[in-house]
């Protein structure tokens, strides 16, 4: 079989990787950049109630520490000082609880152990690992109470659930840079993406603009999706005829489920606590391609291994303000030794004041 030329290599290469930055998630690694501190997460009670205290805190464990990424090991709590009346105000408990029926509230330091899972195998960390919690008692039942969480702490499910609930996601403009630097026998090629993704109720817009410096070259492609019959419908402009083609339906009735179902469905136990509000694990992106991918990026064009990677989830008002995903992976295409790397940023912006008006 007669080779491709590099060049038509690095090409088709670099043309895969979209689903890369698509699977890795709804950010720079934080060097040199300043981003405000993120206190949008208060304190979380439990949407459960328990007929223990031991029971409240191994639900914990169970409902906000274990994941696809992790399964953690109860060891031991140890029950601290009881909070006051005052302290008790301060809570964030909702409307559900009046805080004249809490009969007792005391501060609880779990310790626990974690395994790593991954299809392939599952490794023990033996080193106890501690969250404090507050152990709230009404009555006979009692009720776990997740306080402001600390930089490298674990990221509870219920923050997860906070940042990406995909509601708040309806009415926003997306904007995404990715550069991707592909390397075949000593030749590398720059490309760069810029993907505006505008989202308002029932329809979304799609403008992707790739750019290929060494070949000054410049294309551009366009998309709408509405519902239409309780089907969610993509639209694809054509310059041939100037006119949008209806290029077919999902099996989606609206784009609010496509967005709750595929598009910010995160798992906690890959991400920890910064200051400025969550990044990947070190060592769980590769895990994470792992797990989702078995390992590999595999492609028409090459099939890529990770070999580094970050992500860097930036939040404001309780929402993602900024993305920032960043990967080396190396891999053979038609036989030849293939490296690429690639960040991508994506930045969240208009929140409810996005429109769009459908050309056709």
Known sequence: MKKRPVLAIILALVMSLAAVFSFVGCGNDGKGESHPADDSFVGCLSAESYDSQDSAVRAFLTEELDGAATQTTFVKAEEGEALSEEEIAQLALGDAIDVNDIESAVHCTVTY???????????????????????????SLYFYYIPVMPKGGSITNSYIAMICD??????VTETTVST?????????VKVVLTATTK????????????????????????????TENDHLVTYAYSEYTNSWQRMGESNYTSLEQLMREEMFKFDHSYFERIDSGFKMIDGKLEQFVSDVMSGQINSAAANLTVTKGSAYYYVKDARLDEVVVKLTMKGKADGENVTVSATA????????????????
């Open 113 to 139: 152990t974690e395994e790593k899972i991954t299809k392939v195998q599952t490794s023990a960390d033996n080193d106890n690992k501690t969250y404090d919690l507050i152990i709230i008692k009404i009555g």
């Open 166 to 171: 995909s509601s708040k996601y309806m009415n």
């Open 180 to 188: 991707t630097t592909s390397t075949v026998k000593g030749i590398s």
């Open 199 to 226: 989202l308002a109720g029932d329809k979304a817009y799609l403008k992707m603009v790739l750019s290929i410096p060494i070949m000054q070259q410049t294309e551009t492609e366009e998309y709408y999706l509405v």
């Open 345 to 360: 940023r994506t930045r969240y912006s208009n929140f409810g004041t996005t429109e769009i008006d459908l050309p056709f």
